[in-house]
């Protein structure tokens, strides 16, 4: 039954999905880039917005011009929130539509979907969400932030200014929680957290029933040290736990909260107002103070015709990335995939919390983090902000991939070289 | 010179209200807020409260709240509520009105969690002795937070003219707390180790084992024997608790399948649109809210009363859609039905999604529904109950229905043997229809209530159908009572497994045992004679 309704979703969202766009033949002298963000099905709720926001900055870029002096033109395909469907659409972008770049996809598994078709037809993905690391790819960007960019830095928040001691680590149960779990408990215990003071925790997705949970995290808090959560659950399930530490009492000042999936998208299905003071980490908060970023909002309201929209963190990944995309392909004067690979590194612009983001040549870029506390009226105020940090793929806290850097300038061109053994290829792809 | 005539009023102001002779003025700590960072803010905190001034709670309290701001013109500190796109400015001293600004005219002075505790501490030192009842509570609760040797002095002041009892204890406690701290004598501390542990439950465990460090030798044994005794007492309320969450998940099970048993248990139609009709049931909650929250917020408490009957009218409708028009082509031919109700499903939901967008709604909490309250040893919270009791009396209501009424003697009558029905005089079809009807606004009045504990997205049904399917295959197809006592023993097995397998293979564990059920007893806990059985 499964299996059949798997391929009948894949079945019909293909079949929408060709006739939505194939209307929009494209006249000869354009560029076209690929939108593969899901339109449909359970992603769909964190990847539309992600689709409204490409299609803003190419209308945007347009404006100015287009690229190269062609118009860019973006090709928008649904693959569903069906991760073999991925790879299918990303080959269909590619092959058939002969898109310049792609940028796209929300879940890790998606992006491993799709790595080895991007590797084998050489073309460029940028991939704006935040990550668990220990990946990179010659042809992938990954402009959202790698563990050191966000979990790292948020741990250090809370034991440096709130002095926690004793944690517990909460996550929906799939490879981002589990691999950022794995880094930050190794380094806690680098850090000399007990092994008894870290809780962890893992539930399904969609997890709705938090009671049970919330009740063993104030129990694990009452042994007489400052408790903190860090939480790595994932989109949905996040409503009802945080309705739920509301109801159970659970107060910012007592036990706080730390998320790295819940940013002001996610907050907008809730009543913030028990939720003051439970804390995010991300690389960009709507509410940061600057001319980029209030140029940007005003934008994103006139382009969505609904100034309540809000605007998040991918957002500004996704800004990036493609600023920095069209800036390597001016200075390399093609869309083509090698050249425009040799041409990105270096690449600096501007991000929208005031500074500038830089590619560097593991693919990952330099930003700054920023720790936010959710406030009553949905959004966040930023308690801590950090200089920019540059992504760190192999993690320095994981004993397998301590050794390894990714560096994809001539003449290393490696994604895991092993600065042990002096050889290129180590763990992973 | 709007500027000069705002330090004017305010210089008349602060010379109109002397500052009492107890302390220095903190008139200028306040104004420092403005230029401190966290840490020194912590420090400006403590001296403002130090002052002893008892005009220092109000902005002390609107600190704490994140409504203090700094006039970008001069520095000044105000209190300040939003009015649009101006801020009120108030004397945070006098509480005199200083005017408007526009917002980009003044700074908000920011707050985090740790001085957050920090004001509440402050403030309960303050606020110890005020004429409120629930304002001393509060200050005594604070101060529980936050032993330190002042605030234990400022509590015996205040135990001394403490009459009320409740009021009292908590006192007590804090006292307690921070004697354990504190250098006082052995005999003193054992008798504040004896006040926490009758006082009892995790927040005396919490601070009885912090105090297990620092504590004198000679008091150890006390201590181990406190925390044993409180851990004793509260193994036998975690077992209670889980019960009562068993119940609760249970509850949601029965509300999100108990319309499923019409449609799939009574009518034997395989349902794969039943999700969606709860999602529609969410979304008209949605709706509701939105238009009291713009036509009339005072309603908003009712505002779950007044979803239910919109709910239920517009699901059935759908519902009635549904069985019109493509059920009744497809009775006898369960592959069929499953395919297009399915089809149905992902029309629906795409229809929501293109309408309300792929984003969750906000659907609030009515002030009744929100918080809990102490059942002994154990929280209960005001929604769960809420859903627990909702859940049991929709049941009982269907069960009243379809036993007494004519449309469920009508319904039964069809459902047993649909040719002798028919000739009887029943007219079948339309009996079916609205029978369908019936499960899917019981279904539409299930997402008023899970719309309090979850999202309300396009997604919301996909969450629910394999687990109401579950319930009403495990309870037994076709019997109302097997979808109650169903539903809750899966609430209740599922809590028992969640603390000791992890939720992720308690789960497992249930679909497991189910499967394991069925094979023994393919037609469920409560079996049925009925059409579904013969079909």
């Excluded at chain 1, 949905?378 to 991939?401: N, R």
Aim: glycine share 8%.
């Amino acid at each position: 039954m499964k299996i059949c309704a798997r391929l009948g979703g894949a079945l019909l969202a293909a079949a929408l999905s060709t006739t939505a766009f194939n209307g929009a033949f494209a006249q000869e002298d354009t560029i076209k880039i690929g939108v593969l963000h899901s339109l449909s099905g359970t992603m769909a709720i964190s990847e539309t917005t992600l689709k409204d926001a490409m299609l803003m900055l190419v209308e945007e870029q347009n404006k100015k011009g287009g690229i190269l002096g062609k118009k860019l033109e973006a090709v928008v395909v649904d693959p569903a929130s069906d991760w073999p469907l991925f790879a299918e659409k990303a080959r269909q972008l590619i092959s058939q539509d002969k898109v310049a770049a792609v940028f796209g996809c929300w879940t890790s598994s998606s992006r491993k979907s799709v790595l080895p078709v991007f590797e084998e037809l050489n073309s460029i993905l940028f991939y704006p969400v935040q990550y668990e690391g220990e990946e990179s790819s010659r042809n992938i960007f990954y402009t959202g932030a790698a563990p050191n960019q966000q979990a790292i830095p948020a741990v250090d928040y809370l034991a440096e200014t709130e002095g926690v001691e004793r944690w517990v680590l909460a996550g929906t149960d799939y490879v981002y929680p589990q691999t950022t779990n794995k880094i930050l408990k190794a380094y806690l215990m680098s850090k000399g957290v007990a092994e008894e003071d870290i809780m962890i925790n893992y539930t399904p997705f969609g997890h709705s029933d938090w009671q049970t949970i919330v009740t063993d995290i104030k129990n694990f808090g009452s042994a007489g040290k400052k408790t903190a959560v860090v939480s790595t659950i994932n989109g949905d399930a996040n409503v009802p736990f945080y309705k739920e530490l509301a109801n159970q009492g659970v107060k910012a000042e007592d036990i706080p909260v730390v998320a790295f999936s819940v940013g002001e998208e996610e907050l907008a299905g809730l009543d913030t107002g028990p939720l003051v003071g439970h804390l995010a980490a991300w690389n960009y908060f709507q509410s940061v103070e600057s001319d980029a970023n209030a140029e940007f909002i005003e934008t994103w309201h006139a382009f969505t015709k609904n100034d309540k929209r809000v605007t998040n963190d991918p957002m500004e990944a996704a800004y990036i990335g493609f600023n920095a995309w069209v800036k390597a392909v001016e200075a390399a004067g093609t869309t083509d995939t090698d050249a425009v690979l040799d041409s990105i590194i270096g690449v600096s612009v501007p991000n929208l919390s005031g500074g500038h983001s830089t590619v560097m040549p593991n693919h990952h870029i330099t930003k700054p983090v920023l720790i936010g506390e959710i406030q009553a009226d949905g959004q966040f105020e930023v308690v801590q902000e950090t200089p920019a940090v540059v992504g760190d793929e192999w993690s320095d806290y994981l004993p397998d991939s301590k050794d390894l850097i990714a560096d994809w300038r001539k003449p290393m061109e490696c994604g895991n070289f092993n600065v042990a053994t002096g050889k290129c290829g180590g763990k992973g792809s | 010179m709007l500027i000069r005539i705002f330090s004017l009023i305010f210089l008349v102001l602060a010379s109109a209200v002397p500052p009492l002779a107890q302390g220095t003025d903190p008139k200028p700590l306040i104004d420092a807020l403005a230029k401190a960072n966290f840490k020194q803010a912590e420090e400006l905190i403590a001296e403002v409260a130090a002052t002893g001034d008892p005009r220092v709670v109000a902005p002390l309290e609107a600190f704490a709240e994140g409504d203090l701001y700094a006039r970008k013109a001069d520095g000044v500190v105000f209190i300040g509520r939003s009015a649009g796109s101006q801020i009120a400015l108030v004397d945070p001293l006098t509480g005199a009105e200083a005017g408007e600004v526009a917002k980009s005219a003044a700074t908000k002075i920011k707050v985090n969690n740790n001085l957050r505790r920090a004001i509440r501490a402050s403030l309960g030192g303050l606020t110890l002795m005020s004429p409120d009842r629930g304002a001393r509570l509060q200050a005594a609760t604070a101060i529980l937070g936050a032993p330190s040797a002042e605030n234990l002095q400022l509590l015996e002041a205040a135990l001394a003219k403490e009459t009320d009892a409740e009021v009292k204890t908590r006192m007590e406690e804090a006292r307690a707390v921070s004697l354990l701290s504190s250098d006082r004598s052995l005999e003193e501390k054992r008798a504040a180790i004896e006040t926490l542990a009758a006082k009892g439950g995790r927040k005396a465990i919490s601070v009885l084992r912090s105090a297990q460090s620092s504590v004198d030798e000679g008091l150890k044994d006390d201590l181990d024997k406190a925390i044993t005794a409180i851990e004793g007492e509260l193994a036998l309320w975690d077992m209670a608790q889980n019960v009562w969450y068993g119940l609760s998940l249970g509850s949601v099970l029965l509300l999100a399948a108990i319309g499923l048993a019409i449609t799939f248990g009574v009518m034997g139609v395989i349902n794969m649109a039943h999700g969606e009709m709860v999602m529609l049931g969410a979304y008209s909650t949605f709706v509701v809210q939105d238009v009291i929250r713009s036509s009339a917020p005072q309603l908003f408490d009712w505002s779950l009363a007044i979803a239910l009957p919109v709910a239920f009218l517009v699901t059935a409708a759908v519902g009635l859609a549904i069985e019109r028009g493509v059920i009744r082509f497809l009775y006898g031919r369960p592959l069929e039905t499953l395919l297009a109700t399915w089809g149905v499903s992902l029309i629906l939901q795409q229809a929501i999604r293109s309408i309300f967008g792929p984003t969750n709604q906000e659907v609030g909490n009515p002030s009744w529904m929100s918080g809990s309250f102490p059942l002994g040893g154990m929280m209960v919270t005001w929604n769960r109950m809420w859903i627990i009791l909702f859940s049991l009396s929709i049941f009982f209501a269907l069960l009243v229905l379809m036993k007494k009424s004519f449309f469920g003697l009508q319904m039964r009558a069809v459902t047993q043997n649909r040719r002798m029905a028919s000739s009887m005089g029943i007219r079948t079809p339309w009996v079916d229809a609205f029978t369908f009807a019936l499960g899917s606004g019981i279904a539409g009045i299930a997402g008023v209530a899970l719309s309090q504990i979850d999202n309300v997205s396009p997604n919301l049904g996909q969450g629910y159908i394999i687990d109401s399917f579950m319930v009403v295959v495990f309870g037994g197809v076709g019997n109302l009572w097997g979808t109650l006592v169903g539903a809750l023993s899966l609430g209740v097995l599922n809590k028992f497994l969640e603390p000791w397998a992890g939720a992720v293979l308690g789960k497992i564990f249930v679909l497991v045992l189910i499967i394991l059920f069925i094979q023994k007893r393919p037609r469920g806990l409560f079996a049925l004679k009925g059409r579904a059985v013969e079909a």
